[in-house]
């Protein structure tokens, strides 16, 4: 009995990138199968019987999944690679550790903090992916303090251009010389997300940082520096995106 497998997952699977970035992948018409480019969104395939290639490589599943939390600094990209040679998170990696690896989700270059890189594609697409609400906190130093109602619009959803966003928690951590640094928790995840909410509370952003991801933390690891998740970690992060 053959177990057909939709392509954009069996990419994600190899570890070449998220399910997210497989797709474009087949789309832009990088994908192959059996020779014939493929660019139906879909597509399912054998993985024992049907050969796979992207950009003309020739696709196997991995063997061993590697799965790493790095402590971003500002002035990186979190991109495998920038067409125009400006630093990324890769550029914080050992050679031999980072082959295969992608960031799971982004940070904006000047946003520090906690990021995941793996080469499981299923979970980094499950993580990131809101129907799984993942945790997600922050801290925020932004301009003025915010008042109480601006606070419960966290929890309301601020309208964006790009719709409401979901319920959020934040509330003042510290003030310092008019300014406050905001505790921030999301289980969404759109881009410069957290900047344009508070910009859009007129509290702009003066800094932001990731502190958790999940029940992931930065404890122990300074800037620049990067560790491997424990087997318990791994486990844990399956389990929440319900992937045993």
Not at 135 to 150: C, I, N, Q, T
């Amino acid at each position: 009995m053959s177990s057909l497998i939709r392509l954009q997952k069996f990419i994600a699977m190899a570890g070449l990138a998220s399910r997210r970035g497989a797709e474009k992948m087949i789309v832009a018409g990088r994908v192959k199968v059996d020779g014939r480019p493929v660019r139906k969104l879909g597509t399912k395939i054998d993985p024992a019987k049907n050969r796979v290639e992207v950009d003309s490589r020739f696709v196997s599943m991995l063997p061993e999944k590697k799965y790493f939390l790095l402590h971003k600094p500002a002035g990186f990209l979190t991109t495998v690679r920038d067409p125009r040679g400006r630093p990324t998170v890769m550029d914080l990696l050992p050679g031999k550790i980072k082959k295969g690896l992608f960031p799971v989700g982004r940070l904006d270059r000047d946003t520090t903090g906690l990021l995941l890189l793996t080469n499981d594609g299923e979970l980094a697409f499950r993580l990131t992916h809101p129907r799984f609400e993942v945790e997600k906190g922050y801290l925020a130093l932004v301009r003025g303090v915010p008042s109480s109602g601006d606070l419960k619009k966290f929890k309301q959803g601020i309208l964006l251009a790009d719709g409401r966003t979901s319920p959020a928690e934040a509330e003042i951590s510290s003030v310092k010389r008019g300014d406050a640094l905001l505790s921030i928790t999301l289980r969404e995840g759109r881009k410069r997300q957290i900047k344009r909410m508070c910009a859009a509370l007129d509290h702009p952003i003066i800094s932001l940082k990731r502190v958790s991801f999940a029940f992931l933390t930065l404890e122990g690891l300074a800037p620049h520096a990067f560790r491997a998740l424990t087997t318990t970690e791994i486990s844990g992060l399956s389990s929440i995106v319900g992937l045993k």
